[in-house]
């Protein structure tokens, strides 16, 4: 039996999950971007696929980047929003002297990279039935915390302590 054989599937979606972690870090950066500005020499570059569910694209870039196009966020951009309900970022970018607007679902990024730091991630595009990135966390929110009981709960760890061997009483008891 090889190695694929003794693999079993998941029943739970762990690539879908990991890919979700790490479009949080892309989100993070734009929504700190977008709240900030960019701060040294951090910029980023943000590929996408042009004809994604969601993408707000002039026809004039559609039909000059039908499958995919790359943006960069770096001197020339304005008005920079992260739309938590859409999970989507708008932009404002010039192409040939001319102001447009961008809107990008989170889902339809296939590429994040901040070079000036050499930082990057690659990003599968969503299958159909999959629905990465459904309600974006708020921004730097923190990690949730476990609730706590009411009261204070006791729990006896006795039940797993090794007990130490009885003795024969026989032989501990003095003959009389």
Same mark, same amino acid.
């Not at 309900?85 to 708008?90: E, G, I, N, R």
């Not at 889902?107 to 990279?113: E, K, L, N």
């Given at each position: ?43 980023f ?5 042009t =004809?994604? $569910?969601?993408?707000? /694209? *002039?026809?004039?870039?559609? +039909? ?9 966020? @770096? ?9 938590d ?6 932009v ?37 039935g =999959?629905? $990465?990135?459904?309600? /974006? *966390?708020?921004?730097?929110? +923190? ?9 204070? @709960? ?23």
């Open positions: 039996m090889d190695d694929t054989e003794q693999r079993s599937t998941s029943l739970l979606p762990y690539d879908l999950w990991t890919e979700d972690a790490l479009r949080l870090v892309a989100l993070r950066a734009i929504q700190y971007a977008a709240r900030e500005g960019l701060p040294g020499k951090h910029h570059y943000v590929t996408f696929l =004809q994604a $569910p969601g993408v707000v /694209l *002039p026809t004039r870039l559609l +039909a000059q980047y039908p499958q995919e196009m790359t943006i960069i966020l @770096q001197h020339q951009f304005w008005d920079l929003k992260v739309d309900t859409l999970a989507a970022f708008s404002g970018l010039s192409f040939g002297a001319i102001p447009t607007t961008l809107t990008i679902p989170f889902a339809a990024i296939t590429a994040f990279a901040d070079p000036s730091v050499q930082f990057g991630l690659r990003f599968t595009a969503p299958t159909a =999959q629905k $990465p990135l459904e309600k /974006l *966390p708020p921004p730097d929110a +923190a990690p949730s915390e476990t609730p706590q009981p009411e009261t204070p @709960q006791v729990v006896s760890l006795d039940a797993f302590r090794r007990r130490a061997p009885q003795k024969d009483q026989d032989k501990d008891q003095d003959p009389a």
